[in-house]
């Protein structure tokens, strides 16, 4: 549960180059997102971390490490940085698929004119 203490919130504002007027702003806060844990899942055993993995192990180079505090502001903050990515993520693709497409419309345009003029 979110502490009632702060208000936390992330907005993640897209702009977009080359004379496109669109900007996109998503706002996260604890009404939009379910605070994430932040530990291991439940059950799950605590193991050492393959290299470059920065997620929450249970383990470091010493052993053990203490269960992190879940729930909170910070747990909240996490979950809602995620989802911004996810965000970015999905528009990025969408951008990228779009271009695509555009950039395939005028070509197959032409091979029609040029099958047309045989």
């Known amino acids: 549960m979110a ?3 702060a208000s936390v ?3 993640a504002t897209f702009s977009f180059p080359e ?21 291991l899942p439940v059950g799950a055993e605590a193991a050492k971390p393959l290299g470059g993995d920065y997620t929450y ?4 180079d010493h052993g053990k490490l203490p269960e ?3 729930g909170g502001d910070i747990a ?3 979950t809602m940085v995620k989802k911004a ?15 695509k497409n555009v950039g395939r419309k005028p070509k197959d345009a032409e091979d029609a004119k040029k099958r047309q003029k045989k």
Do not use: M, Y
């Not at 004379?19 to 702003?25: D, F, P, R």
């Not at 192990?57 to 470091?60: L, R």
């Open 19 to 39: 004379g496109v007027s669109a900007e996109i702003k998503q706002k996260f806060d604890e009404t939009s997102c379910e605070v994430a844990r932040v530990g």
């Open 85 to 99: 990515q996810e965000g970015s993520d999905e528009l990025l693709t969408r951008i990228i698929k779009e271009e």
């Open 3 to 5: 502490s009632t203490n």
């Open 76 to 78: 909240l903050l996490l």
């Open 9 to 11: 919130s992330l907005t």
């Open 68 to 70: 992190p505090k879940e």
């Open 57 to 60: 192990s249970g383990v470091h």
